[in-house]
């Protein structure tokens, strides 16, 4: 099984290292195609005005001057193009990616075009609690879970349009309580945060930041996550809100299609 891993925190990135040790307890054939620089909150961007640069790091170990979108397209249609890959990972990511948070996210971003493309594809989240920890995100639980997690889910049958979003807690691995399938869940309120700076020189700048929330909807990811479990949500590219097409369809006299 051909495997490519990539993430939106950068080809650097100590989460994208434990992705390949996880990768590398399913198959030999690894293939790491990641930005070269952090894209966090790229969502699925690609970049279209200015050329991309690719340097190699080692046998199957590149970088690319762009998204994590960019990296998957240039994985699947240029440097892998002769034979393609099987499975993408991305991940692992510093950090939660649960709830609406998945549209700014790079990291399941790039295993979307990886579904575009065809090819089964999974992305893989740490979650962390920054509070005396500062920057420093412990992986245990997904070096520990990873392999559980994923074997199941490769086994699958294929499905098109379909990957799907992991994220591990924020737990010791003995900790963990299982894994739960559930629903992407979403927030309650507006979670915004935009600080305002004056620089040396004199001119305005801005900071943007998600704040927490305290709706956590049962059945939800972000439920499973406060409960100590491994959650996974299978998500699709099909953004079509169905049961809204016969409303919508009314308001324009009725015809559908």
């Not at 790229?42 to 050329?51: E, F, I, K």
């Not at 990972?89 to 493309?117: C, H, K, P, Q």
């Not at 939800?220 to 590219?237: K, Q, W």
């Amino acid at each position: 099984m051909r495997i490519l891993l990539t993430n939106d925190d950068g080809v650097h990135a100590p989460g994208l290292t434990v992705l390949e040790e996880i990768a590398r307890t399913l198959s030999d054939d690894i293939w790491i195609v990641a930005p070269s620089e952090e894209q966090s909150g790229a969502g699925h961007s690609l970049t279209l005005t200015r050329p991309l640069r690719v340097r190699q790091h080692g046998e199957k170990h590149f970088s690319v001057s762009g998204t994590p979108t960019d990296a998957v397209m240039m994985a699947v249609g240029h440097l892998m193009k002769d034979a393609k890959p099987d499975l993408v990972l991305s991940g692992v990511n510093r950090g939660a990616n649960l709830a609406e948070d998945v549209t700014y996210s790079g990291t399941v971003s790039a295993a979307m075009e990886g579904a575009i493309s065809g090819i089964r594809s999974i992305a893989l989240s740490q979650v962390y609690v920054r509070e005396g920890m500062g920057d420093a995100v412990p992986f245990a639980a997904a070096r520990a879970w990873g392999e559980r997690v994923l074997r199941p889910l490769i086994a699958m049958p294929a499905s098109p349009r379909l990957l799907f979003n992991v994220n591990f807690p924020a737990v010791e691995p003995e900790a963990v309580k299982g894994i739960r399938v559930v629903r992407q869940g979403f927030h309650d309120v507006d979670r915004t945060k935009i600080i305002h700076g004056t620089d040396p020189r004199g001119y305005d700048y801005y900071w943007f930041g998600l704040g927490k929330s305290d709706s956590v909807p049962e059945g939800s990811d972000l439920a499973g996550i406060a409960e100590g479990y491994v959650t996974v949500t299978p998500l699709h590219y099909d953004l079509t809100q169905d049961s809204a097409i016969a409303a919508t369809a009314q308001a324009f006299g009725g015809q559908i299609g």
